[in-house]
């Protein structure tokens, strides 16, 4: 293999940075309470990977987690799938957060594009949240309910999500901007008791009415039994008789906060990662691996103390929303922000950012890009003088957006650039404030996380790209897929390739630092500006048209490139794609999945790729589309039509001509 050329270096600690680190005051704990003394980063985690019981108990301790029961035993089975994580234990997310509660902090700030920054105390945080338990407790809501929330990144959000899960409930939230088929796919899956929703919300300076798609909602979930009408304007039409109450009589008087203790591995939350095929994958994550894996993210890899003011930029269709909002677990302030990056313009975030005094400030890769390209100047547009670190994920930061980061907000900035997924509510690569920092590299596979790089053989790989894998198990993994009954899906969708082992659909290549580079999806999932979607939702809308016969669409998402994201389709006989018919079929995308993924460019194709099985061929088409050779990415005696490749192959050879 050809040397790699050195990255460039953009930022090293300084000895003051590194001793006041929540990492360095973790180390120093170990040293002191286990006699464990690690002298650099990369020495604990190798420990935290080769003695995951020892690690995951130091944390149990160190981030004094409070329960209702202890555990008996750290790690029951080491399946995977089927770990057992602190069997016996019992405890409640809520506890988490409030056994932080001060007076001397407010614990969320927040703005959006109608109403400008405020604050809430600790004190109305936990008053609303027990009010609103206790309404929902009085309508029959109990243990293993599922209560979903239609609702934008809101303190009223965060308030409905304790409540829910105070009581042993199971949350599950999707935003205001998905198409209705889309939250169908996800609510219907889960038969919730209760909906709580906005009637209308604001987004790019227009006001969207959503009582039309509460109505549709209500009509479509039967299971529902109750009804809380967040704040907005406008109320839905109910088809049948059901409890419907205003926010504000739901959140109202003093009643105490009641939290139900339940085991480490109870359900807290339905999230959905997409599959290529079928629903989208309800995934059930545990109160008890949230708590920790989380906490180990915030606090040791984020670097958050109590008296830090957190924001990751964020809709609640994407798990930056569940982390944003877990900056609560460190007794942090969290500053949320409700709207389009882009309105008016791409300063608003940096201003956001200069009102609510950030010292750590996150969002998508893509918003780096997109500032750099609309020539913004953060400092120059807000006092930035609070701001201590920046976080980026979604996508791969390229070289380029380093720099700029590095060029804007100064030398004295630690940028984190992470990479996880819904998939496990986490990170498995990340940052550590121990270590420089190179160009488009992440500093460290996290702790707890053996993440290695495999070929197609099972064989690790060093310095080379191999699809990234997780070879131990991690608390945070998911406890199973609702209606999976067998488990046959979640093995289907992470151990299939290497049975045991946790494929999770990225190129990754660890250098020989111990840091990594991510390179973009290797499967066929879409990943449009951080969010992530099955291309089975994108086909469910375009092949409802009477038009469309097939179709296919790929991400061609890869390190150093921008997104760039084809729809192929094969229309009816005689048919033309002309652009009254674009048009038409990138209105069914926008309003039956989400405006996030309309299609850069449809092209109207002869075929659709299939093999014998009758599977469309959307990981080759992708492979070919980023430059590699047919031979490479097909076996053509397995398909069903192999001539259908050629016009993907002249296609991808005119595209990289271009």
């Known amino acids: 293999m050809s040397e790699r050329q050195q990255p460039a270096l953009l930022w090293t600690p300084t000895p003051e940075r590194i001793a006041n680190s929540r990492l360095k005051l973790y180390m120093n ?5 286990r006699g464990l003394d690690f002298q650099d980063y990369d020495t604990l985690w190798q420990w935290s990977v080769r003695e995951p019981e020892a690690f995951w108990a130091s944390l149990w301790t160190y981030f004094d987690v409070k ?3 202890t555990y008996t035993k750290v790690l029951g089975r080491r399946d995977m799938p089927g770990a057992e994580w602190f069997v016996g234990a019992e405890l409640n997310f809520v506890d988490q957060i409030f056994k932080h509660e001060t007076d001397k902090r407010p614990a969320i700030l927040f703005a959006s594009e109608v109403r400008p920054l405020a604050s809430m105390s600790w004190a109305e945080l936990k008053r609303q949240v027990g009010a609103l338990s206790a309404h929902l407790r009085a309508h029959g809501i109990k243990r293993g309910d599922r209560v979903v929330c239609y609702a934008p990144n809101t303190p009223e959000t965060i308030i409905a999500f304790l409540a829910v899960v105070s009581l042993g409930a199971v949350w599950s939230v999707c935003s205001p901007d998905m198409g209705l088929q889309s939250v169908l796919d996800r609510f219907r899956q889960i038969e919730p008791a209760a909906l709580i929703a906005v009637p209308s919300c604001d987004y790019n300076g227009k006001h969207h009415d959503k009582t039309d798609t509460l109505s549709q909602l209500v009509a479509a979930l039967p299971t529902l039994q109750h009804l809380v009408l ?11 008789p059901l409890d419907c109450i205003p926010w504000d009589r739901a959140t109202e008087g003093h009643a105490p906060l009641v939290v139900e203790q339940v085991p480490f591995d109870h359900p807290l939350w339905v999230v959905y990662s997409s599959g290529t095929t079928g629903l989208p994958k309800p995934i059930v994550h545990g109160h008890g691996g949230i708590v920790m894996v989380i906490m180990a993210l915030i606090v040791l ?46 300063t608003r975030l940096w201003r956001f950012a200069g009102e609510a005094k950030l010292s750590f400030f996150g969002a998508g890769a893509a918003f780096y890009a997109n500032c750099q390209k609309a020539g913004v100047v953060p400092r120059e547009v807000a006092n930035l003088s609070h701001l201590r670190s920046v976080g980026s994920t979604g996508s791969p930061l390229s070289e380029e957006s380093y720099a700029w980061i590095y060029q804007q907000l100064g030398k004295d900035v630690w940028l984190t650039s992470i990479s996880g997924g819904t998939d496990f509510a986490g990170a498995f690569v990340g940052g550590n404030v121990l270590q420089p920092i190179y160009a488009g590299e992440m500093q460290c596979r996290c702790l707890g996380a053996d993440i290695q790089a495999f070929d197609d053989d099972g064989k690790a790989l060093t310095d080379e790209v191999g699809e990234l894998v997780c070879v131990s198990p991690i608390p945070s993994m998911p406890l199973f897929l609702w209606n999976d009954a067998d488990g046959k899906r979640y093995r289907e969708s992470y151990f299939d390739t290497y049975p045991g082992i946790w494929r999770h659909g990225d190129w990754i290549r660890i250098t020989p630092r111990g840091g990594a580079v991510i390179y973009g999806r290797s499967d066929a999932t879409i990943n449009r500006y951080g969010l992530r979607l099955g291309t089975s939702e994108i086909y469910r809308a375009v092949e409802e048209l009477p038009e469309v016969l097939d179709s296919l669409v790929v991400d061609l998402e890869f390190l150093g490139r921008e997104s760039y994201m084809p729809l192929f389709v094969v229309l009816r006989p ?3 794609l002309d652009k009254a018919l674009q048009d038409r079929i990138n209105l069914a995308i926008r309003n039956s ?6 299609p850069n460019d449809i092209f109207q194709v002869p075929d659709v790729p299939r093999t014998l099985s009758g599977k469309k061929l959307e990981v080759p088409v992708k492979k070919l589309l980023l430059g590699q050779p047919l031979e490479k990415v097909a076996n053509l005696g397995s398909m069903a039509n192999p001539q259908s490749l050629d016009w993907y192959v002249d296609f991808a050879r005119k595209r990289a001509a271009a």
């Open 29 to 33: 704990w170990l040293r002191a309470e």
């Open 67 to 69: 329960h209702g029961k």
């Open 230 to 240: 967040m704040p907005g304007t406008g109320a839905p039409k109910l088809d049948r």
């Open 301 to 346: 890899h984020n670097d958050i103390a109590p008296e830090d003011v957190f924001h990751w930029y964020s809709s609640t269709g994407w798990i930056m929303w569940n982390a944003q909002m877990s900056g609560l677990l460190a007794g942090a302030t969290i500053a949320l922000y409700d709207g389009a990056p882009s309105y008016p313009d791409w």
């Open 574 to 576: 005689g048919l033309t």
């Open 593 to 598: 999945v989400s405006a996030r993924f309309v």
